[in-house]
């Protein structure tokens, strides 16, 4: 299946430092979503970046995407206690409009 | 409405009923997905719509579980003689075809 998996599965940083989180998939994609999860709450859309595009940035997030190693990263800058969270990344298989989830990255930002 | 909405929030059940879940997209939106969520996973895909048409229903775990959206809009998850395992938080989304994906808070079905 399509299915993003997130790496790492779990990470933990001080305020201010910069969180990266990678996603890979298997096969061609029409796009990529990232969410975010607040402890098993709401599905909070976070940035979509379309398989023509190499990056896209959203006020303290960036996302890249590198479609001929398919994998993308989620770069949160000056990270905030707020931002605990789990973030997943969802593919889209070429062709459809079907979004596979992986199992997430537990962020947790230390005050 | 502003949002997807879904109701009920909170099902709980007896093993062996019948539960129907709804969900109300987006206005205009074309796109409706189906999700499962157990604690500590990510969403598990188990079916989509585009308009009323059913796209894909390869992730209902089996023949108890149905969906439906007659009219393009309103959707209905219907799960057939409840077990306990079917015990989770269920997602819906909607979008606008190859767009971002809004979803719904969820219902959590418990069955006792």
Not at chain 1, 39 to 46: D, M, P, Y
Not at chain 2, 21 to 26: A, G, T, V
Not at chain 2, 51 to 69: C, T
């Amino acid at each position: 299946s399509q299915q993003g998996e997130e790496d790492p599965q779990a990470l933990s940083i001080q305020e201010g430092e910069n969180a990266t989180m990678n996603c890979s998939y298997k096969t061609s994609i029409n796009n990529l979503q990232w969410y975010r999860q607040n402890s098993g709450r709401g599905l909070v859309h976070l940035i979509l970046i379309r398989s023509n595009e190499r990056e896209k940035h959203s006020g303290r997030l960036r996302v890249t995407l590198d479609t001929s190693k398919k994998s993308s990263s989620l770069l949160i800058t000056a990270s905030r206690a707020a931002d605990t969270a789990s973030y997943f990344c969802a593919p889209s298989t070429s062709g459809t409009y079907k979004y596979i989830f992986g199992t997430g990255t537990r962020l947790k930002v230390l005050a | 409405g502003a949002g997807v909405s879904q109701s009920p929030r909170y099902k709980v059940t007896k093993r062996g009923q019948d539960v129907a879940l709804r969900c109300d997209p987006i206005s205009g939106h074309v796109s409706l997905y189906w999700y499962r969520q157990a604690l500590g996973q990510g969403p598990e895909f188990l079916t989509y719509f585009n308009y009323e048409a059913q796209q894909d229903k390869s992730g209902l775990p089996n023949d108890r579980f149905s969906a439906e959206r007659p009219e393009g809009s309103i959707s209905t998850l219907t799960i057939q003689r409840t077990e306990q395992r079917d015990s989770a938080m269920y997602r819906c989304a909607s979008s606008l075809g190859a767009d971002t994906q809004y979803f719904g808070p969820g219902t959590r079905l418990t069955v006792l």
